[in-house]
């Protein structure tokens, strides 16, 4: 016994077909929900290809920013193992780091000012997202704008780690280490932390410690060009117009490897995939006996690491973000819902989620064992509230309580 109600989890395809696929907002949804590990439902609709072509349960999706869990829950295997600390200065690594300091003018046609110093960037400050790096998109300060020239793809294109690393080093941070919290860079950070310890490419490291054991077999840095079929095309939200072509999965570079293999957004993959990843957090860690993380080191990045227990929007400097501010803090590598009341949405403190640019999502329950997996491929992620009423139709729908 599930403790769903099958008829209410029945409204879940109908209300996508009719609010989202039908007038277009949306080109596909693929979700899959499941309590104790088990799937209670699963619904696949809409059109894989602007040619459409059906969407198939076996497609493959860009992820996008749920790969940033992905290399969370890597970097924290090294924990494990003594191979690193939390508290680590990041500059043990990244020697190229070690002179950063915080923005004090400049920028734009001006060079930067001579920056202020401060605290040392810590590897938990990484993952917490409070290192002081930022993303270009943010479009709000001198500090973005230097991002979006040095940087301007930000993606599996750019010229590899060490290349990277160097760029980030000429500019400033927004804010000290440790102070503030600013969705940017820092998982892509932490995927070279992750290679230059372990001394090979980021993708041989997630499959040996994370896909190969839980049986993620679509899910990598690229796809082989005999998977080429099964890859969705993605689209980019237009004002007051049909939504925008912007990767044809026909023509996609998918295929051919990453120069950078991004920790923070590159990875693509299937629902079952992903499934198989929830399934093992849910797991306290493990699945079908392969131990990927302890449980206590579960505990630990599924706890709140904003200054003073406080919620995103007390302390958040970012105008974009995969998690709402309102009632949710975030951990190491997981946003976590700190209090329902104020998020204003169906769920348990302590639940912890992410989601990708292109409106994909997940979450985890660990309090009614419920988990969720979303896929579709629209940026930006902001563009539809569908996570939001994704969520109040999946716990309207739990008839029996676990907690």
């Known amino acids: 016994m599930s ?12 209300f996508l077909q009719e609010r989202y696929i039908g007038p277009g907002k949306l080109p596909m949804a693929d979700i899959l929900v499941a309590r104790d590990g088990e799937p209670v439902y699963r619904a696949t609709l809409g059109n894989a290809r602007a040619d459409g072509t059906p969407l ?40 190229e780091f070690a002179t950063l300091g915080v923005y004090n003018g400049g920028g734009g046609a001006a060079p930067f000012a001579p920056t202020k110093p401060c605290a040392p960037m810590r590897m938990v400050d990484l993952l917490a997202h409070m290192s002081g790096l930022t993303y270009g998109f943010q479009n709000r300060t001198s500090v973005d704008a230097a991002y979006r020239q040095t940087l301007p793809d930000g993606g599996r294109s750019m010229e590899g780690f060490d290349w990277f690393i160097a760029e980030l080093a000429k500019i400033p941070l927004e804010f000290a280490p440790g102070t503030g919290w600013n969705y940017s860079v820092s998982t892509d950070v932490l995927g070279v932390v992750i290679s230059r310890i372990e001394g090979k490419p980021l993708g041989q490291v997630l499959h040996e410690r994370i896909f190969s054991p839980l049986g993620m077999v679509d899910t990598g840095f690229h796809l082989p060009e005999s998977e080429r079929a099964r890859l969705t095309d993605c689209w980019a939200y237009a004002l007051g117009k049909e939504p925008r072509l912007i990767d044809k999965g026909i023509d996609s570079k998918l295929t051919a490897p990453a120069k950078f293999e991004g920790g923070g957004g590159g990875l693509v993959s299937t629902v079952a995939d992903y499934d198989r990843f929830c399934r093992m957090l849910i797991g306290r860690g493990a699945l079908n006996g392969q131990r990927i993380v302890s449980p206590k080191t579960l505990d630990l990045m599924t706890r709140n690491q904003l200054p003073g227990g406080a919620d995103l929007a007390a302390v958040s400097q970012s105008l974009f973000s995969e998690a709402s501010n309102a009632g949710a803090g975030f ?21 912890f989620y992410w989601g990708g640019m292109y409106s994909t999502f997940f979450f985890i329950d660990p309090v ?6 979303f896929m579709t491929q629209l940026s930006p992620s902001s563009t539809y509230p569908v996570r939001r009423q994704l969520k109040t139709l999946i716990y309207g729908a739990v008839e029996e309580s676990y907690a």
């Open 3 to 14: 403790g769903m109600s099958v008829e209410r989890l029945a409204r879940i395809e109908p």
């Open 56 to 95: 198939e349960p076996d497609a493959i999706f860009r992820i996008a920013s749920m790969t940033k869990p992905v290399t969370s829950i890597a970097f924290m295997q090294m924990v494990e193992e003594g191979k690193v600390a939390l508290d680590d200065p990041v500059a043990r690594v990244i020697p």
């Open 331 to 351: 951990g190491l590598g997981f946003a976590m819902t700190l209090d329902p009341a104020r998020a204003l949405v169906p769920g348990s403190a302590g639940e």
């Open 368 to 373: 009614e064992r419920l988990h969720m997996v």
